[in-house]
């Protein structure tokens, strides 16, 4: 069964690797792919849901950190 992930990363793969090619940065490559997820979340979503979503995210940021439900 094919998933969302399956088709979106090769075409993302794809996009980093030419602008590697085109010195391009991957920083200003993820602006412009998070513009278009915002594009896209707010053609169906509140934006307090997408508020929630993102917070949520930025929670969770630092790889190193447990979560809060995890045991020590």
Do not use: G, N, Y
């Amino acid at each position: 069964m094919t998933t969302a992930r399956d088709i979106i990363e090769p075409h993302i793969e794809a996009a980093l690797a030419e602008a590697v090619e085109k010195k391009i940065s991957a920083d200003a490559m993820a602006r412009i792919m998070f513009e278009k997820v915002l594009h896209i979340w707010r053609e169906a979503r509140a934006p307090e849901d997408i508020k929630a979503e993102l917070m949520e995210a930025a929670d969770h940021l630092d790889p190193d950190e447990d979560f809060m439900f995890m045991r020590p």
